[in-house]
């Protein structure tokens, strides 16, 4: 979340963090901390262990996720709006009373392609109660998305976080993930891959056709071991049977996989956030140092990375602005760790 001065709430507060403001302090829930007069925001990151990161040449400061703490505060969904490819704002607790995946994608990945495989399956299990979201983790916002949207004729909500707000609330690291939602708005399972299907290998046509580059990273990009048959199947039988089937989790098996964000990666975010704003604001050049140092302090987050490689060049690959790009960080952390195994 960025600011522009300290001394004063943000009135983005809640929406990214959870916390408002109130007369007997910050208050999330059933829970208020107290707060000092007059207000400082300084003081109020400290007590809330929230990183705020200073851009001193742009007079700006970005304000980081709590840590110390799982990255998900409750099993419950935070209160998520986002808007449309036409700006339209959503809310997703609009949707209760159905069953809801929440799928992540982005314009700068593969899985752009898997949007229409999201419409044929919800096709298949809206009538019986599931409700699709697809939501893009995009700094280029409907530009970047949308026409990824409207390629694959999306019928269900598909929204478009430019701030990726969802990497902070339920802690995306990597796209594509899914994350299921019961009827009483209680994440059942938290964010893991997701795909709808089994990607077709490219003919040997296609493949003769790509740039050096691409052939190479499709090459290796065959390698990653996905389980969308596995995954299918779970979502069909949590559909079908709900709060009895297996693969729903309780409220505390969703916090014991939520894992507890570092003071370091809470930085990161804030640093991500600030390299966000000033590429959008047309300082692309300012915005690679907070790009760098969001990468540096947590390797473990591909969306940090592969948002800010595709700012420099589309295809991901090596470039000035930056010491990595996709095809090297991938090889060495290696295709049978580049998504986590299903825990199911």
Request: charged share 25%; aromatic share 8%; with cysteine.
């Amino acid at each position: 979340m960025i600011l522009e001065r300290l001394d004063e709430p943000p009135a983005e507060l809640q929406r990214h963090t959870g916390w408002t403001i109130k007369p007997q302090g910050a208050c999330r829930g059933d829970v208020c901390v107290p707060i000092d007069r007059p207000f400082d925001m300084r003081e109020l990151a400290r007590k809330l262990r929230m990183a705020l990161v200073h851009d001193e040449g742009h007079r700006l400061w970005a304000l980081g996720p709590a840590y110390g703490a799982p990255t998900l505060a409750s099993a419950e969904l935070p209160d998520i709006i986002l808007p449309d490819r036409h700006g339209q704002e959503f809310a997703l607790h609009s949707l209760r009373g159905s069953k809801v995946l929440l799928v992540t994608w982005a314009s700068w990945c593969g899985c752009r392609f898997d949007l229409s495989g999201w419409r044929k399956l919800r096709e298949e299990l809206h009538p019986r109660g599931l409700e699709i979201v697809s939501v893009a983790l995009d700094t280029g916002g409907a530009q970047a998305a949308g026409p990824w949207i409207d390629r694959a004729k999306s019928t269900h909500p598909a929204l478009i976080d430019e701030a990726h707000l969802l990497d902070d609330l339920l802690g995306i690291v990597n796209v594509p993930s899914g994350v299921w939602i019961d009827e009483q708005g209680t994440i059942v399972r938290p964010p893991e891959p997701a795909f709808p299907w089994r990607p077709r290998k490219p003919s040997a046509e296609v493949l003769a056709k790509l740039p050096a580059l691409t052939l190479e990273q499709a090459r290796e990009a065959q390698k990653i071991r996905i389980e969308p048959e596995r995954y299918i199947a779970a979502l069909r039988d949590w559909v079908e049977h709900g709060a009895r089937s297996r693969y729903a989790l309780s409220p505390a098996e969703v916090l014991a996989r939520s894992p507890t964000r570092s003071e370091t990666s809470s930085r990161a975010a804030a640093c991500f956030a600030l390299g966000q704003h000033l590429q959008r604001a047309g300082a692309p050049a300012d915005a690679v140092r907070w790009f760098r140092e969001a990468q540096q302090l947590a390797p473990e987050n591909w969306t940090y990375k592969r948002q800010a490689w595709s700012l420099a060049d589309p295809l991901q690959g090596p470039t000035d602005a930056y010491d990595s790009d996709w095809l090297s960080e991938f090889r060495k952390v290696g295709a049978e760790n580049y998504y986590p195994a299903l825990q199911m």
